[in-house]
């Protein structure tokens, strides 16, 4: 229920995230976007979205593992989409950022979204330096919701014009 914007007091529902009527939510259009992609790494992308929600959702919250999924979810995609067209990453540990900056040179990205993506990257990276006057369960859905959107951003792009 929290990830659908509700949450239960008591006997009460109570929404806290309003969603609009009409609109699923992010994740299940993220998720239908990943599957239209046909990449290899979809089930892997789809599993760290859920887990990333696994962990923000349990009893005893893991908001680390919670932005870590969310994070590996989004270097997974990047790195899918730019091996499909044809990047060949040589040091695993360097796949992120070159891959990144490949799809950036092939124009699949203009530079603004590139620098974008890389900024959303980093700070949900710094979860250790959570802003003043942010929980860390606030600085945890934000950073998410961040991610999921960002992974939705690149994945439409990707699905909506695969040779780009």
């Given amino acids: 229920l929290l990830l659908d914007g509700f949450k239960v007091d008591g006997k009460t529902i109570n929404s806290?995230?309003?969603?609009?009527?009409?609109?699923?939510?992010?994740?299940?259009?993220?998720?239908?976007?990943?599957n239209s992609s046909h990449l290899s790494e979809s089930e892997d992308?789809?599993?760290?979205?859920?887990?990333?929600?696994?962990?923000?959702?349990?009893?005893?919250?893991?908001?680390?593992?919670?932005?870590?999924?969310?994070r590996i979810a989004l270097e997974t995609l990047v790195r899918g989409i730019a091996k499909h067209k044809g990047f060949v990453v040589a040091e695993e540990s360097k796949a992120w950022g070159s891959s990144l900056n490949y799809l950036?040179?092939?124009?699949?990205?203009?530079?603004?979204?590139?620098?974008?993506?890389?900024?959303?990257?980093?700070?949900?990276?710094?979860?250790?330096?959570?802003?003043?006057?942010?929980?860390?369960?606030?600085?945890?859905?934000?950073?998410?919701?961040?991610?999921?959107?960002i992974c939705y951003f690149i994945s439409k792009l990707y699905t909506g014009n695969p040779n780009a």
């Fill in 45 to 70: 992308i789809i599993n760290h979205i859920n887990c990333s929600a696994q962990s923000f959702l349990k009893v005893e919250p893991d908001y680390n593992a919670c932005l870590s999924h969310a």
């Fill in 104 to 149: 950036k040179t092939s124009v699949f990205l203009n530079e603004k979204q590139e620098k974008t993506i890389q900024a959303i990257y980093t700070f949900v990276s710094d979860g250790s330096h959570i802003p003043l006057g942010f929980t860390e369960k606030e600085y945890a859905r934000f950073g998410r919701n961040l991610i999921t959107s």
């Fill in 16 to 34: 806290i995230d309003p969603i609009i009527e009409g609109n699923g939510s992010i994740e299940d259009d993220l998720t239908n976007e990943i």
